[in-house]
T-cell receptor
Framework: GAGVSQSPRYKVAKRGQDVALRCDPI?????LFWYQQALGQGPEFLTY????????KSGLPSDRFFAERPEGSVSTLKIQRTQQEDSAVYLC???????????FGAGSRLTVL | AQKITQTQPGMFVQEKEAVTLDCTYD???????LFWYKQPSSGEMIFLIY??????QNATEGRYSLNFQKARKSANLVISASQLGDSAMYFC??????????????FGTGTKLQVIP
């Protein structure tokens, strides 16, 4: 596709439910980042993939968060047993290897009730 | 320690005037890059400008320029001739190579710019 596609755009979950957020990066983009953005804050790094390899998951807040990119293209961020503090916009960004620009998706807004 | 520091939570500027948004950074990687992104109320992240650490000249893109002062570790964004559509959040970000062997991109907390008619 022409851009980075994220789905769903909006997700409302009850506390304790599991959610899965999808990111479809630009074709051929090797690097893929996930960020969490709370209201009024800057994007906080969650995890990074280079092709299918998850090179850095140091930003994942707890073991309830899990990300994968099994074939080096589409990535899924999964949050188990959601909590209210997980409410945020989850941003996915991709780029060529070593590129000087990250292209962002529109984000997935998660609200946990 | 913060990698990227934006000390101005909010700024006002009169339409058609210039404004400078501050950004300081900290890294031990000699080959790093600095970005500015704009995020309007709609939420999308829009790339504005990039400066590499070895670039000799300050980057410019239309009405945007990056005032890069390497010794002071600052990378301020200058917007000339402000327009109402410039009202948005602005984020400074840095790309640096870390011990994991890849180039991590870290963002600041942002500055909310409001352009006054």
């Amino acid at each position: 596709g022409a851009g980075v596609s994220q789905s769903p755009r909006y997700k409302v979950a009850k506390r304790g439910q599991d959610v899965a957020l999808r990111c479809d990066p630009i074709s051929g983009h090797v690097s893929l980042f996930w960020y969490q953005q709370a209201l009024g804050q800057g994007p906080e790094f969650l995890t990074y993939f280079q092709n299918e390899a998850q090179l850095d998951k140091s930003g994942l807040p707890s073991d309830r968060f899990f990300a994968e990119r099994p074939e080096g293209s589409v990535s899924t961020l999964k949050i188990q047993r959601t909590q209210q503090e997980d409410s945020a916009v989850y941003l996915c960004a991709s780029s060529w290897m070593g590129a000087n620009v990250l292209t962002f998706g529109a984000g997935s807004r998660l609200t946990v009730l | 320690a913060q990698k990227i520091t934006q000390t101005q939570p909010g700024m006002f500027v009169q339409e058609k005037e210039a404004v400078t948004l501050d950004c300081t950074y900290d890294t031990s990687d000699p080959s790093y890059g600095l970005f500015w992104y704009k995020q309007p109320s709609s939420g999308e992240m829009i790339f504005l400008i990039y400066q590499g650490s070895y670039d000799q000249q300050n980057a410019t893109e239309g009405r945007y320029s990056l005032n890069f002062q390497k010794a002071r570790k600052s990378a301020n964004l200058v917007i000339s001739a402000s327009q109402l559509g410039d009202s948005a959040m602005y984020f400074c970000a840095m790309r640096e190579r870390i011990s994991g062997g890849y180039q991590k991109v870290t963002f600041g907390t942002g500055t909310k710019l409001q352009v006054i008619p």
